[in-house]
């Protein structure tokens, strides 16, 4: 039989949905917190720990969401789903935060059509000289902000019923400043209650070491943060906050980058740390507004098309470079599952 290379990346991803069927693992306790509602972390398959579906970078202070509507917006998104579910991909995990064009009736919409497993998420973001935070960030106590995003995991967010399913924050680069130790604390102490992961938009490696450093102060266990962006940061500190157990997310897998992909997965193979690594392409659309004429704008992030690169080069690259299915299947179903499972419990 001759098998049709273009197919092998497909060959491969079915490989490991067939994994992810048939547990060898052990069975997570918890749930994951979607747009639709509780899922148990065994429903999730293969999963993007780190995507966007719109997003508004017009600034805190201006933002009057949705800027388009919604039904012109799910047309042009819903094919991208579509897609993404040919792919083999079961769940999406939607990093856009309050103030930069969250919408989660939009989310919660295409989740139904699609059948794809959503998550969105609270929290503010002060990374990008703070354009995105509102004003009260930096007048209320951390107790105070804490309370904003515990009535969104309580109640829905802004009388929807939609509850986050994580905590989304984002910080520059260097040593934390005193308003991002203040919202990081205030993420904490709401973490702490929820059982909620912390995702950190992080600038470099310094700051996520002064991060898993007051997760460690505030005595929250580090496999509770996920360092976003790591790829920002050094082999060897990746090595070092993975091994005290934060989620290390390579999220910026791109077709121009591949190779630096490969080799910062590899590394973190060498180093026997692959249990705590997430890959995603941190793709996404901006809001465009025209005069009038309302489009979406793929990220420029070096991929031509949304949420695809992985399953079409990554994965063959990786099986090429000898990674195993069990090894890919750890990193792309088992790890999201442990880095963003909700349980209270063991908090
Ligand atoms: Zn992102």
Redesign the pocket.
Known sequence: MKININLLPKIIILFICFSACNQNYEESTGYIMTVNGKISPEQMGISLP?E?ITTDFIGAEKVKQPQYQQDSAVEIILPHLNKLLENGVNTLFE?TPNYIGRDVKLLQRLSELSQINIITNTGYYSAVDKKFLPAHAYTETKEEISAHWEKEWMEGINGTGIKPGFIKLGVGKGKLDSIEVKLLEAAILLSKKSGLTIAM?TGDGEAAKDEQRILEANGLESGQMIW?HAQNGTDEERELLAKKGVWVSL?GISEKRIEEYLQMVSYLKEKNLLHQLLISH?DGWSVENNDGEISLKLFGNGNSKPYSTIFEIFVERLTFAGFTRDEITQIMVENPKKAYVIDPIGN
Do not use: L
């Open positions: 780190h966007h990093c938009h976003v999220d941190d």
